[in-house]
């Protein structure tokens, strides 16, 4: 079923403050650039019960997200200027008075379960938030809430929530690698590019002719721990498949040509008779 979804650009610009709504929906979005938060202080829906999102990165460059809850959210903000990390904050408030302390903690417990869950993202809290006791009634509307929340997130452009591997449905779906030197992995095209599946096993040396950007993501990765003892700890997304085989395999590869299915058919091949 189609959604419809209304941005406000409040100050003319793609990249300033943008106000996000979703038919017939009581709650409301922000996106606030760091930059741009003093020019927000006026606005007294901000100063209300809501969730928060802080996002940025860390010193590997990877994304990474700090999920909180305020009565005042605005206040909560300000105070987090502290925090060096963030560049860009999300807000979710209601247009009417019905979210209390209860249920914003219980927005934050579910959200940030479900963010550790995905791994899309390095969730920064350093206090697991703790699920408070709210009826079942008040359980299923904040489920509902935090439904809408989550299409307005991934709308704005943040994958906050979203599955890696959430397009995979059968083994058919997945293509291999069984290489020198003990590679020997598996992986999905998806529309973002080519994620590694947890499991799959790197070659254990690399050729001297690798270059030397494959190189350092190799290394990269390996310090970031994602690959111990030559193995993936968890799916991988890569920008390219070929990234991903010259990172598998320790020398350059064609990705189209490398990957295969277990019928022999190379991505490439099967990327053509679509």
Not at 172 to 186: C, E, M, T, W
Request: contains cysteine; neutral net charge.
């Amino acid at each position: 079923m189609g959604r419809s979804i209304s941005l406000f650009l409040i100050d003319g610009t793609p990249d300033g403050v943008i106000a996000c709504e979703l038919s017939n929906w009581t709650g409301k979005g922000y996106k606030i650039p760091r930059n741009n938060l003093k020019d927000v202080s006026s606005r007294n829906e901000l100063k209300k019960p809501g969730v928060y999102f802080l996002i940025g990165h860390d010193e590997y460059d990877k994304e990474t997200v700090y999920i909180g809850e305020a009565e005042d959210v605005f206040k909560r903000l300000y105070q987090h200027q502290e925090k060096d990390f963030w560049t860009e904050a999300l807000v979710f408030i209601s247009k009417d008075e019905n979210l209390n302390k209860a249920h914003i903690k219980y927005l934050e417990f579910t959200l940030h379960n479900e963010a550790v869950e995905a791994n899309r993202y390095k969730v920064f809290n350093s206090n697991v938030p703790t699920e408070p006791k709210i009826s079942e009634a008040e359980i299923a509307v904040m489920s509902e809430f935090s439904t809408n929340l989550k299409l307005l997130v991934g709308a704005l452009g943040f994958r906050i929530f979203e599955k890696l591997t959430k397009s995979l449905t059968s083994k058919k779906d997945k293509y291999l690698i069984d290489a020198a030197r003990g590679a020997v992995a598996s992986g999905i095209m998806t529309k973002e590019g080519f994620v590694v599946l947890k499991g799959s096993k790197i070659a254990s040396t690399e050729v001297p002719s690798m270059p030397a950007s494959f190189k350092k993501k190799r290394a990269q990765i390996i310090n970031e721990k994602i690959i111990i003892d030559s193995e993936f700890t968890q799916d991988y997304l890569f920008s390219s498949p070929s990234t991903a085989a010259a990172v598998v395999m320790g020398r350059s590869a064609n990705g189209l040509k490398e990957w295969k299915l277990t019928n022999g058919s190379t991505l490439g091949e099967n990327e053509q008779k679509y």
